[in-house]
């Protein structure tokens, strides 16, 4: 893979994740909270993983292609 498509790819993956992980956070840190941290962290991935991959990643690709026509 070029560089130029790895930083792209990244940038789109980094796009989809952050907020996600706020979000996640913000709605539900307090419960999370009373969790040991390996826990919060299986409940937080086992949520956002499968969110980031077949939500979050598909939508920005969907953005930057409606970016890209009307360019």
């Not at 993956?13 to 040991?36: E, K, M, R, V």
């Not at 962290?41 to 953005?63: A, S």
């Amino acid at each position: 893979m070029k560089t130029k498509v790895k930083l792209l790819a990244s940038l789109k993956i980094w796009i989809a994740i952050y907020p996600s992980i706020t979000a996640f956070l913000f709605l539900f840190g307090n419960q999370l909270a009373t969790l040991p941290l390996y826990l919060r962290t299986l409940v937080l991935t086992i949520v956002l993983v499968p969110w980031i991959v077949f939500v979050g990643v598909p939508f920005i690709d969907t953005l930057m292609k409606k970016m890209q026509k009307r360019n």
